[in-house]
Each structure stands twice: as structure tokens, then as C-alpha cells.
């Protein structure tokens, strides 16, 4: 219990730094032509809704090829 709160910091931040490296690579690449990565907040906030299962479907059907990369590689890190 005594080292819960570093351990717990610790994995947050071990969280939040892939989500963010992915954010502002999705505002770089879609941030001009997609409005959920208009900001690097609204990029945030995609990115942490498809962690979570659930994937923005004009996203998807608009830019397949890149999605799937993308999408593929992010999974790829959080799994192993």
C-alpha cells in the first residue's frame, strides 16, 4: 500500500504517453482533412475512445489504407 501511488503514477504516465505520441501523430497526419483530429485535445479525445473499442466510423471509411496501419500498429503496443 505503501508504494501503490508511485506504482499507480507510474503506470498512468506509462499510459498517457502512447496516447499522446498517437494523438499528435493522428493531428499531423488527419488534422488538416478530419475534424475529430482538428486539435491536438479533439485527437486526444479520439484516440482515447478507439482505446477503448470504439472506432469513429467516417474516420474508418474515409482513409482505409492509413486507418488500418494505424490503427493496427496502436493496438499492437497496448497488447504486448
Known amino acids: 500500500l505503501k508504494n501503490s501511488f508511485k506504482k499507480s503514477t507510474y503506470y498512468l504516465f506509462l499510459f498517457f504517453v502512447p496516447l ?10 488527419f488534422g488538416s482533412r478530419v475534424e475529430q ?3 491536438v485535445s479533439k485527437a486526444m479525445e479520439t484516440i482515447l475512445i478507439m482505446a477503448f473499442g470504439t ?5 474508418l471509411a474515409r482513409y482505409r489504407t492509413f486507418i488500418t496501419i494505424f490503427v493496427f500498429v496502436f493496438f499492437s503496443k497496448f497488447e504486448g
Open 55 to 59: 472506432f469513429q466510423d467516417d474516420v
Open 37 to 39: 483530429f482538428h486539435t
Open 20 to 29: 499522446l505520441a498517437y494523438s499528435l501523430c493522428g493531428y499531423y497526419a
